[in-house]
Nanobody
């Protein structure tokens, strides 16, 4: 059974940092990504990592503040989030198993974690 399990969310103050983790089991993914969804809004792309060329991609809104990384031995992808802002408040999801399509579209991914809440207070 393929599973993605996120952890590391919580309540922090503006300017703080958090590191989210997404542990995969059941298979190894060549492409993994992080998205977030705030109440009443669409699921937005944040960052993606591809084994091919060890490439990373970021949304403009988080470039320079968020960093995606992978630990292949642990089959885990991380999202380091620095200088957090209240507008970063959302449920954060990891995704894997991109079946074609572009890396920033949610429908490109087959597998999703259950999400972890990040709340940033001002």
């Amino acid at each position: 059974q393929v599973q993605l399990v996120e952890s590391g969310g919580g309540l922090v103050q503006a300017g703080d940092s958090l590191r989210l983790a997404c542990a995969a089991s059941g298979r190894t993914f060549s492409n993994m990504a992080w998205f977030r969804q705030a109440p009443g809004k669409e699921r937005d792309f944040l960052a993606a990592h591809s084994w091919s060329g060890d490439s990373t991609y970021y949304a403009d809104s988080v470039k320079g503040r968020f960093t995606i990384s992978r630990d292949n031995a642990k089959n885990t992808v991380y999202l380091q989030m620095n200088s957090l802002k209240p507008e970063d408040t959302a449920v954060y999801y990891c995704a894997g198993g991109r079946r074609g399509g572009n890396y920033y579209t949610p429908s490109s991914y087959t597998y999703w974690g259950q999400g972890t809440q990040v709340t940033v207070s001002s």
